[in-house]
C-alpha cells in the first residue's frame, strides 16, 4: 500500500533529541492510527484518531505525544526516547463505516534511539 | 481483550510448494485482514475478508466466523512470497481497534 505517505523513512536521535513522524492520506479517511511494532513481533496498536479527535490511547507513555492536524495528517511528536522505544513506526487509515472498512498501512518510519 | 493465535509459527517451503496457514480468534470479529509483511517492513493488504472465501491470484483466503478461524492459501509458492503474514481483527466490542496475530514466518528457498 502507498496510499499512506509516511516521513522519514529512517530516524535516528538522540535520547535528548525532539522529533516528529509524519503520515499523510488523501483517500479521505477519516480515522488514523499509529501503531509500534518491535523486531519479530507483531504490531501493536499505540493511538487512533476519529474524526480528528483521539479516541484510543493504549497506554502510551507521555514521550510519545501524537496530534491530527486536519483529516489528512497525523503526527507522532517524540521527546526524551528511551533505547527501548527503537522500532518500526507505522501509520494506517480506514475509511468512513470504521470497522467494517480494511485498514490501510504506510511503509513505516523505522526510529533508532541511541 | 481478543486473542489470535495464527499456526504454524513458523514455514519453510521449496518453491512451488503449497500451503496453508491458520488464525484462530477468541471472540466475534466485525473486520479481518490478511497481510505479508516484506522483509523491508511493508505491510502489504493481502485480503480483507471477515467472512466468505476470496481469491487473488495465487493466494486465496476463507474466513468461517462461525466457527472463529480464517484460513490462507499460498499455491505455487515463489521465493517473493518470502516473510511473514499477519491476520488482523476487529472484534464486535471495539469498533475501532484492529488487533494482530501473533504471525506466521515463511521462507521460500530454491
Known amino acids: 500500500d502507498t496510499e499512506v505517505t509516511q516521513t522519514p523513512k529512517h530516524l535516528v536521535m538522540g535520547m535528548t533529541n525532539k522529533k516528529s513522524l509524519k503520515c499523510e492520506q488523501h483517500m479521505g479517511h477519516r480515522a488514523m492510527y499509529w501503531y509500534k511494532q518491535k523486531a519479530k513481533k507483531p504490531p501493536e496498536l499505540m493511538f487512533v484518531y476519529s474524526y480528528e479527535k483521539l479516541s484510543i490511547n493504549e497506554s502510551v507513555p507521555s514521550r510519545f505525544s501524537p496530534e491530527c492536524p486536519n483529516s489528512s495528517l497525523l503526527n507522532l511528536h517524540l521527546h526524551a526516547l528511551q533505547p527501548e522505544d527503537s522500532a518500526l513506526y507505522l501509520c494506517?487509515?480506514?475509511?468512513?463505516?470504521?470497522?467494517?472498512?480494511?485498514?490501510?498501512f504506510g511503509n513505516g518510519t523505522r526510529l533508532t534511539v541511541t | 481483550g481478543i486473542q489470535v493465535e495464527q499456526s504454524p509459527p513458523d514455514l519453510i517451503l521449496q518453491e512451488g510448494a503449497n500451503s496453508t496457514l491458520r488464525c484462530n480468534f477468541s471472540?466475534?470479529?466485525?473486520?479481518l485482514q490478511w497481510f505479508h509483511q516484506n522483509p523491508w517492513g511493508q505491510l502489504i493488504n493481502l485480503f480483507y475478508?471477515?467472512?466468505g472465501t476470496k481469491q487473488n491470484g495465487r493466494l486465496s483466503a476463507t474466513t468461517v466466523a462461525t466457527e472463529r478461524y480464517s484460513l490462507l492459501y499460498i499455491s505455487s509458492s515463489q521465493t517473493t512470497d518470502s516473510g511473514v503474514y499477519f491476520c488482523a481483527v476487529v472484534d464486535t466490542g471495539t469498533a475501532s481497534k484492529l488487533t494482530f496475530g501473533t504471525g506466521t514466518r515463511l521462507q521460500v528457498t530454491l
Open positions: 475478508i471477515p467472512s
Open positions: 494506517a487509515s480506514r475509511g468512513q463505516g470504521a470497522y467494517n472498512s480494511p485498514l490501510h
Open positions: 471472540d466475534s470479529v466485525n473486520n
